[in-house]
């Protein structure tokens, strides 16, 4: 029975606005999305039963039908049920190393390496753009997690656009072990408490991706993707942007310690990742992550906050490779 490893990263949010409702219930977004060196190994392998076995070193991940990484074989086992039939169930087993609710895609990695996994076990040869359609329909995420590298991502996040690639850059991650924000409460609770300062578009797939948007011009983005084109860090780091941090921020003490400590830290920039509750200050090298990794943990004396630092990654999912991330603190 043959079996793969994959490496599959974590990302960051270098900016995310919320310009409106989607007719299907999203949110209309407007991101910029970032791989990092830390991610979890995922091995795939067949096995002689038609089941789906999965197996994580993580005990807050689910090992059932709700993992996002057992729903892509399940999605799989669908789209080419001969294949399915002929080279039976599949045994996931996940090494986790990206924190867990965090804000940083985990489960969204994890899907999308089973996608390429399976490509590969089934023999199937699928092309970029169908391995992105078969992410899409696993989550919003799932698609950039595949492609990786620096890109924006509009409509549910899902639509990518590539940007020069910005891997000389470090990030120091910080999250308190025992904290975990809900995504579908955080963009609830912005939709609550600002949903009626955004416009309100019926957009709802591809096929009526060129209407035009009922929304507020972009606070800054276009600026944004200035500076990752010109590599220019102190302006990357000064437009950070995030419109959860309004909901999270005022929710969760402990985030906006977090932010307040690494704004003080002398970073290029600090900002909550997606939905939170990892904060992650923008660092032009390893050694000054290192410096205001210190800082902090000497700010912050918590025994429940981990710290990682890492390097900015140009890849998405990836046949193993060496992992160059490194963990400093509690691992959860
Ligand atoms: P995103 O940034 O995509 O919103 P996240 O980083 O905030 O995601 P995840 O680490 O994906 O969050 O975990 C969110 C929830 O999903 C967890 O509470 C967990 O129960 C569940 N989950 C399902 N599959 C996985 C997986 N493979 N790895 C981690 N969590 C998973």
Not at 59 to 71: E, G, I, S
Not at 103 to 108: D, I, M
Not at 117 to 135: I, N, R, S, V, Y
Not at 153 to 177: I, N, W
Request: include cysteine.
């Amino acid at each position: 029975m043959r079996s793969y490893s994959l490496i599959a990263p974590a990302k960051i949010n270098l900016y995310l606005e919320i310009l409106g409702d989607r007719a299907d219930g999203y949110h209309e977004l407007a991101m910029i999305l970032q791989s990092i060196e830390l991610a979890d190994q995922v091995n795939i392998r067949a096995i002689g039963t038609q089941t789906i076995q999965v197996h994580c070193d993580h005990p807050q991940v689910p090992l059932d039908k709700t993992n996002l990484a057992y729903r892509a074989v399940e999605l799989m086992s669908q789209e080419f049920p001969d294949c399915w039939a002929q080279f039976g169930g599949v045994e996931i087993s996940i090494q986790k190393n990206i924190p867990v609710a965090a804000g940083l895609a985990g489960g969204s990695t994890n899907a999308a390496a089973v996608l390429v996994g399976l490509d590969m076990l089934w023999q199937l040869g699928l092309t970029q753009p169908e391995l992105q359609e078969l992410a899409a329909k696993l989550g919003s995420d799932v698609p950039f997690c595949l492609a990786g590298g620096t890109a924006i991502a509009t409509g549910r996040g899902e639509e990518l656009d590539p940007l020069p690639s910005l891997d000389s850059f470090y990030v120091v991650l910080a999250k308190h072990q025992n904290l975990a924000v809900s995504t579908a409460w955080a963009y609830q609770t912005y939709r609550s408490e600002f949903g009626n300062s955004y416009g309100r578009s019926d957009r709802a797939s591809k096929s009526i991706a060129t209407e035009p948007l009922n929304t507020p011009t972009r606070v800054h983005s276009g600026s944004m993707v200035q500076g990752i084109i010109n590599k220019n860090g102190s302006k990357i780091g000064q437009l950070l942007y995030n419109d959860l941090e309004k909901v999270v921020l005022p929710n969760y003490p402990q985030v906006l310690q977090l932010r307040q400590a690494f704004e003080n830290s002398g970073a290029l920039g600090t900002m909550m990742s997606g939905s939170g509750p990892t904060v992650f200050a923008l660092c032009q090298s390893q050694e000054q992550a290192q410096e205001i990794l210190q800082q902090v943990q000497s700010a912050i004396r918590c025994p429940d906050l981990g710290f990682w630092v890492s390097k900015f990654a140009r890849h998405g999912i990836q046949i193993i490779s060496p992992q160059k991330s490194l963990f400093i603190g509690n691992r959860e």
